[in-house]
């Protein structure tokens, strides 16, 4: 169970990474174009959701393991 | 600023507090720590072990409203029986879990507690094979402190607001006074498992869960008896579908009487909303086809949004977790899936099966079992993210809520839950506040998503 419990927090950490990225991208996307805040904004809430995804696959193993 | 000032000033106060009063009490603190380590451990081994200063259990009995450990080896009868397979009571002096306060709040129930032993009864619906339905309401098991019934009805008993079933099929119909539920913690094929007990005419019975179907995977499976009742999850869900249904109605109402007029209320409210997802998350995401699935999208946004938004709510009409229920986010998920597959084109199955202008090989070996994985995938990562973000808000608030009764003993030093009382305010404010846009956010996100696997189902070749 405590080992689990460390891969779900090391999954937390590679979508922590992923959505840093992601953040990051964003804002100098915008920055540079601030007239497709609009688009960046969708595509950026639909990637977080995908990454998002990826880790809660991974805490809800480390539930059932 | 000045609040900050405050705060910080009575935040030291009170820790100041606290350290004057763990080294006033030195000597009594060390007695309790000792009680404490027999109370958890072997409660019933050793019920002679605080003996030597009875004294001082009387006056923690009197002082906090709690039952001392000698009263409640009195009250209990066939206590000797108990030690023997009949798992041990609630200890009242046991350490605060507050993990198991989490779960316990997030999680259904068959009666909505309001406040004290103030029960909101619901109608209560159970079929066992071989026996038939019993159909009352939660009123009948009599349910006293903590959601436990003093009344079996037919063999059923309530078990911390949940109803379970006495396994011996000779237990006596009808009504039949119970002892107050003991349970045990035993580890069944590798998993611990908590098993239910009760006591009837001094004779201990072992207690049936619901079944459930989830295959054992959750800790379930199939039992003696099956629960079709309203509980607290679906007396939610058909309270915010009704709130839905007048407020659209009347949101209707308001486009054929005042046709022309510029929208006005609850009525303006509505339009945003609503032009919100058509514009924003409809028409970019699945084209010219979008009216076709805008039914759907606006019935899923609102209903999401307004069981989180209800779920937010800490006192009686709220407090259901039904978005956070894995059931419930599961047959939306599940709706989602049927939608996205049934309006599938040509193209979308060519490109999740056998795409163009990929070597044969590739195809056979990666690409179309990982499109095929993936099919399946992506209504499962839209079931768990809303169900993992509802669920994490709600045992996050729990745990702040709990600082209180952490930091003050379970309600045995009052500095100590000044402290809790000081983090956990502020803490709590803070996250219900957080909570809130994530009530919106996974709304739209689920909707958003939705429309996006909509639209790859449904798009046109133009290559």
């Known amino acids: ?65 | 600023m000045k609040i900050f000032k405050t705060y910080t000033f009575l935040l030291i106060f009170s820790a100041l507090a606290w350290g004057a009063q763990a080294q006033d009490g030195h000597g009594h603190t060390h007695a309790d720590g000792e009680q404490h380590a027999h109370s958890s451990d072997h409660a019933h081994d050793q019920p002679d072990a605080h003996l030597p200063e009875p004294e001082n259990g009387r006056l923690q009995g009197q002082d906090h409203g709690q039952p001392a450990q000698s009263d409640a080896h009195a009250e209990a009868p066939g206590e000797a029986h108990a030690d023997h397979g009949c798992g041990h009571h609630e200890d009242p002096n046991a350490e605060f879990n507050a993990g198991e306060l989490a779960l316990h709040h997030i999680g259904d129930a068959n009666a909505i507690h309001i406040i004290g032993d103030w029960y909101f009864h619901l109608p209560v619906m159970l079929y066992a094979s071989g026996y038939g339905w019993t159909i009352t309401n939660t009123g009948a098991f009599k349910a006293h402190h903590h959601g436990n019934g003093t009344v079996a009805k037919d063999g059923y008993v309530l078990v911390h607001g949940s109803i379970m079933r006495v396994q011996d099929p000779a237990f006596p119909k009808g009504e039949v006074p119970v002892s107050e539920p003991s349970h045990e913690v035993k580890t069944i094929d590798g998993k611990e498992k908590t098993i239910y007990y009760v006591q009837a005419d001094g004779i201990c019975y072992t207690l049936d869960a619901k079944s459930t179907l989830d295959g054992g995977v959750l800790g379930g499976g199939f039992t003696s008896f099956y629960d079709f009742s309203v509980t607290r999850n679906v007396f939610t869900m058909l309270l915010v579908c009704g709130l839905l249904f007048w407020l659209f109605r009347s949101v209707a109402k308001a486009y054929t009487t005042r046709d022309g007029e510029a929208p006005r209320g609850v009525q303006n409210l509505m339009e945003t909303f609503i032009t919100f997802i058509r514009d924003e998350v409809a028409i970019p995401n699945i084209g010219h086809h979008y009216e076709r699935f805008m039914p759907y999208l606006l019935t899923v946004f609102f209903f999401i949004l307004g069981l989180n938004l209800f779920g937010q709510i800490p006192f009686f009409p709220g407090s259901g977790n039904v978005t956070g229920n894995l059931s419930v986010t599961m047959v939306l998920a599940i709706i989602t899936f049927l939608i996205t597959n049934l309006n599938g084109n040509k193209h979308y199955w060519e490109h999740t099966l056998w795409m163009p202008g990929v070597p044969a090989v590739l195809k056979a070996l990666i690409l179309t079992p990982v499109e095929v994985l993936g099919l399946f995938l992506k209504p499962f990562t839209l079931m768990l993210r809303l169900f993992a973000n509802i669920t994490a808000g709600h045992i996050v608030i729990v745990s702040f809520v709990s600082l209180i009764f952490i930091f003050g003993k379970a309600g045995q030093s009052a500095s100590g839950s000044l402290i809790g009382l000081a983090a956990s305010v502020p803490l709590t404010l803070f996250m219900m506040a957080l909570e809130l846009l994530v009530a919106f956010l996974q709304a739209y996100i689920f909707t958003m998503l939705s429309a996006v696997y909509f639209g790859m189902a449904t798009e046109e070749a133009h290559h």
């Open chain 1, 1 to 65: 169970m405590e080992l689990a419990t460390i891969g779900a927090g090391l999954a937390a950490i590679g979508a922590g990474l992923g959505i840093g990225l992601i953040g990051s991208k964003a804002v100098e996307g915008i920055a540079r174009q601030p007239e497709a805040t609009g688009d960046i904004r969708g595509i950026v809430i639909l990637t977080a959701a995908l990454v998002e995804g990826a880790a809660l696959v991974c805490m809800v193993l480390s539930f059932f393991v």
